[in-house]
């Protein structure tokens, strides 16, 4: 499967952004997705994750109430909304696929190549 990330940009403190990820696979509702990001200097870390049929969700502490996960699985395309955007929400957000809901990053079987987000204080 190839995933390819958009939607990233440059946004205010407060703003908002819907991230995209649009995964080129037959068999896309049977992946767990899930979104990552990394700042730089510091490791990927876990920001969201939504199973197969988008019925369930998880978020990070420091985004829950915040981001919102959802997926759609006619467009084979997960999302990742989000909302008022802090500073220490830049980062290279990636979005992943593999087949079970999981905050580490070597779960995860496939990865597109990452949008920039960054927010201006």
Known sequence: AQL????????QTGGSLRLSCAVSSQTFDSFDMA???????KER?????????GGSTYYADSVKGRF????????????????????EDTAVYY?????AMSMN??????????????VSS
């Open 68 to 87: 919102t996960i959802s997926r759609d699985n006619r467009k084979d395309t997960a999302y990742l909304e989000m909302d008022n955007l802090k500073p």
């Open 35 to 41: 979104w990552f990001r990394q700042a730089p200097g």
């Open 4 to 11: 390819v990330e958009s939607g990233g940009g440059l946004v």
């Open 45 to 53: 870390e876990f920001v969201s994750t939504i199973n197969w049929s």
């Open 95 to 99: 979005c992943a696929a593999g087949t």
């Open 105 to 118: 990053v070597e779960d995860y079987d496939y990865w597109g190549l990452g949008t920039q987000v960054t």
